[in-house]
C-alpha cells in the first residue's frame, strides 16, 4: 500500500513570494490534515478535511495561507505572501473515516521543508 | 484545550538497555486517545503505540509499551532492548475522543541517542 505522497520535499523562497504544497493522501482515506512543524516543535495542525470538507481550521492564518481538497482527494496548501516564520516543514497526513469507538490512526507523508529568506 | 508535556529534550541509552521516555497530558475530556511517535531523521512520523482513556491495561506493541497512569496525567513510552536505529525525536500526543475534530496536540519531543 502506497503511503501519503508530498512535494515538494524542499523548497526556498524570498519573504513576500508563494508557494504550495501538495499532498496526496493514502487512497480510500477520507481525512487530510495539514501540519506545521517548527524546528524544535513538535507539529501543529493547520487544517484539517473531512473528503472536501473543512473540519478544522481554527490555527490556519487565513490572511496568507490557503487549503483546499479537491474532489476529497489531492489537497493543497498556500502561502502567499510568505514571511521568514513560516520556516518550517509542512506534514500532510491521512486517516481513515474516524469513528467514537476507534481511535484514529494518522499516516505522515515524507514533509515539505521550507526555508524563506 | 489540551496540553502535552516533554520534560527531557534529549536522552541517552546504552544499547540493549531499556529507556523511558515522559510525558503528562492535560485535559478537560472523559474521552481521548494518547499516541507516540517516532521522527527519524528523514523527517516522517512514524505511529509506535496508543493507549485509549478507558482502557484498562497498558497498550504494547513489541519492544514499545506504554506505561499509562491516569490519576497522574501521565503516559510514558517505554523502549527495552534499545537499538541503535532507536535513535530519533520521540512525540507524545493526544487527540480527543467522540465526533468532530482528530487534530493531534503534540508535545516538544524527547531526542533520544542510542550509544553503541
Known amino acids: 500500500e502506497a503511503g501519503v505522497a508530498q512535494s515538494p520535499r524542499y523548497k526556498i523562497i524570498e519573504k513576500r513570494q508563494s508557494v504550495a504544497f501538495w499532498c496526496n493522501p493514502i487512497?480510500?482515506?477520507?481525512?487530510l490534515y495539514w501540519y506545521q512543524q517548527i524546528l524544535g516543535q513538535g507539529p501543529k495542525l493547520l487544517i484539517q478535511?473531512?473528503?472536501?470538507?473543512?473540519?478544522?481550521d481554527s490555527q490556519l492564518p487565513k490572511d496568507r495561507f490557503s487549503a483546499e481538497r479537491l474532489k476529497g482527494v489531492d489537497s493543497t496548501l498556500k502561502i502567499q505572501p510568505a514571511k521568514l516564520e513560516d520556516s518550517a516543514v509542512y506534514l500532510c497526513?491521512?486517516?481513515?473515516?474516524?469513528?467514537?469507538?476507534?481511535?484514529?490512526?494518522?499516516?505522515f507523508g515524507p514533509g515539505t521543508r521550507l526555508t524563506v529568506l | 484545550a489540551q496540553k502535552i508535556t516533554q520534560t527531557q529534550p534529549g536522552m541517552f541509552v546504552q544499547e540493549k538497555e531499556a529507556v523511558t521516555l515522559d510525558c503528562t497530558y492535560d485535559?478537560?475530556?472523559?474521552?481521548?486517545?494518547l499516541f507516540w511517535y517516532k521522527q527519524p531523521s528523514s523527517g516522517e512520523m512514524i505511529f509506535l503505540i496508543y493507549?485509549?482513556?478507558?482502557?484498562?491495561q497498558n497498550a504494547t506493541e513489541g519492544r514499545y509499551s506504554l506505561n499509562f497512569q491516569k490519576a497522574r496525567k501521565s503516559a510514558n513510552l517505554v523502549i527495552s532492548a534499545s537499538q541503535l536505529g532507536d535513535s530519533a525525536m520521540y512525540f507524545c500526543?493526544?487527540?480527543?475522543?467522540?465526533?468532530?475534530?482528530?487534530?493531534?496536540?503534540f508535545g516538544k519531543g524527547t531526542k533520544l541517542s542510542v550509544i553503541p
Open positions: 497526513a491521512s486517516s481513515l473515516h474516524p469513528s467514537p469507538s476507534s481511535y484514529n490512526e494518522q499516516f
Open positions: 487512497s480510500g482515506h477520507a481525512t
Open positions: 478535511f473531512q473528503n472536501n470538507g473543512v473540519v478544522d
Open positions: 485535559t478537560s475530556d472523559q474521552s481521548y486517545g
Open positions: 493507549q485509549g482513556s478507558y482502557d484498562e
Open positions: 500526543a493526544m487527540t480527543p475522543g467522540g465526533a468532530g475534530s482528530y487534530q493531534l496536540t
